[in-house]
């Protein structure tokens, strides 16, 4: 019995390490998930990010709609005492109320074109930048920014199918940050608060297979023995863990030699740690390691099919602003990303999901669903501010894209009323910025491919000249 069962393991870790061999270093859509494929191939996931998406949702992103995102920086972790001490003064975020303007606080518009009432300027406050020791968050707004953000909530409180914890946007705890002067980065943060939050999410909060498929899962994650719903929750966390991890690899932080003391404070330097993400994504320190890369793209192809998906109602919002040029800017490239996603045949398929027996798939929805926004709750139990930041706004945008991706299927309350399908403007902009995190994680492996593999990818490139110029439609 123990021969079986060992070759079978030697299969699994060939078929999971495959992707890290010569001529098959891109990634495809498969029959479920994603598989690895030669980077020469027309329809790679990669080539369809790199080329076609990226530049696009990064130009988005900068526009003024999606830069300001309203979180809740102070709420308390749910789950278990945090005081958030760190070990520098630099780690609380220091808010200053009086910059935000008044049309904040006050009730949203329902009508678009409604007078935006004049706000007072405030008298400004020193705000000191906090949140960590090595890239403090920066929450300084600028007095035209403030202006701009007087109109920017106007969507009406419809009926939410939550798969996540939504924040009222009217509760005092509420503030904008703006997500372009705190990029997702290393921090810094390690040690035990980050192993607990990960360890609540996988033990608790994540659907388990059968023991007689992997009785280590809490050591090893995977998601052998699940059905098919259970496999697509694993993969959406194992996305998000991975993802951050590629964040952390691209862009870490080598401290000054301690021989400087605090002279050499601000001599660190950012650099791309290759051995790092080899080491995760390998076969080094997990047989697993490779799938979990897949798992990015998995997720990059979900949030792909929830845009495409929302397509219409994305094409009717004005993304409004108060500053007319910037607003056409700003449909303008949406429609412009819109058209290469719907020119991609390859989508994740939700429709294979939450079938047979209606009251089976209805408990199996409600499940999967109220995982999420437990794993939604637990970014409030992250202790670097940053770090918390960005958990709140991924799982925000991947419960946006589950949101829209499962809003008409039988099982849902909005069959009987399509029209009261709602996105708030917060939601909008987390689901942008998450697919522009999981498009930035796309490019970034394709910047360790070629520090990892130089002679395979110029042997790509190769292929790909050949093939312009002999005009071969791509």
Request: with cysteine.
């Amino acid at each position: 019995m123990r021969e079986p069962l060992l070759f079978l393991l030697l299969i699994l870790i060939s078929i999971v390490g495959a992707q890290f061999e010569p001529g098959r270093l891109c990634f495809c859509k498969g029959d479920e998930a994603v598989e690895p494929c030669d980077c020469s191939q027309s329809r790679t996931i990669d080539r369809l990010n790199n080329d076609r998406i990226f530049e696009k949702v990064q130009k988005l992103l900068k526009k003024d709609f999606f830069r300001f995102y309203k979180v809740n920086m102070d709420k308390t972790c749910p789950f278990w005492a945090d005081d958030r001490q760190c070990g520098t003064n630099q780690c609380g975020i220091a808010f200053c109320d009086d910059e935000v303007p008044a049309g904040l606080r006050r009730r949203n518009a329902v009508n678009m074109e409604e007078d935006v009432p004049t706000v007072k300027k405030a008298k400004d406050e020193e705000c000191v930048d906090a949140g960590n020791n090595i890239d403090p968050m920066d929450r300084t707004l600028k007095d035209d920014e403030k202006r701009q953000l007087d109109a920017m909530d106007v969507h009406d409180d419809g009926l939410e199918d939550k798969f996540c914890e939504i924040e009222d946007d009217e509760s005092d705890g509420m503030h904008y940050v703006d997500l372009s002067k705190n990029p997702e980065r290393y921090t810094g943060y390690a040690g035990k608060s980050p192993q607990r939050v990960w360890k609540s999410i996988y033990e608790e909060n994540c659907f388990k297979p059968d023991p007689k498929f992997d009785k280590n899962f809490l050591t090893n994650p995977s998601n052998f023995g699940m059905c098919l719903e259970k496999r697509v929750f694993y993969r959406l966390i194992s996305g998000l863990h991975s993802a951050i991890t590629i964040s952390i690899a691209a862009y870490n932080y080598k401290p000054p030699p301690p021989s400087l003391g605090q002279f050499g404070s601000q001599m660190g330097t950012w650099f791309r740690n290759t051995e790092m993400f080899a080491g995760r994504f390998g076969t080094k320190w997990s047989w697993e390691g490779p799938q979990r890369l897949r798992n990015v793209y998995f997720i990059y192809l979900l949030e792909l099919r929830a845009l495409l998906k929302a397509a219409p109602y994305l094409q009717n919002e004005l993304f409004y602003t108060g500053n007319d040029q910037e607003d056409a800017e700003t449909r303008k490239a949406v429609e412009e990303l819109l058209e290469e996603i719907r020119a991609y045949p390859d989508h994740f398929d939700e429709s294979e999901m939450f079938t047979g027996v209606e009251s089976h798939a209805r408990a199996l929805r409600e499940e999967f669903r109220s995982h999420f926004v437990n794993i939604s709750r637990i970014m409030d139990c992250v202790e670097c501010d940053k770090c918390r930041l960005w958990g709140k706004v991924q799982t925000h945008g991947m419960g946006t894209a589950l949101k829209i991706l499962f809003s008409d299927l039988p099982h849902s309350h909005y069959k009987q009323d399509s029209s009261r399908f709602q996105l708030t403007r917060n939601e909008v902009v987390a689901l942008l910025q998450s697919f522009g995190r999981y498009s930035s994680s796309i490019m970034e492996v394709d910047n360790f491919r070629q520090d990892m593999y130089p002679e395979e990818t110029t042997k790509n490139t190769n292929k790909e000249q050949r093939r312009k110029t002999n005009k071969i439609d791509l």
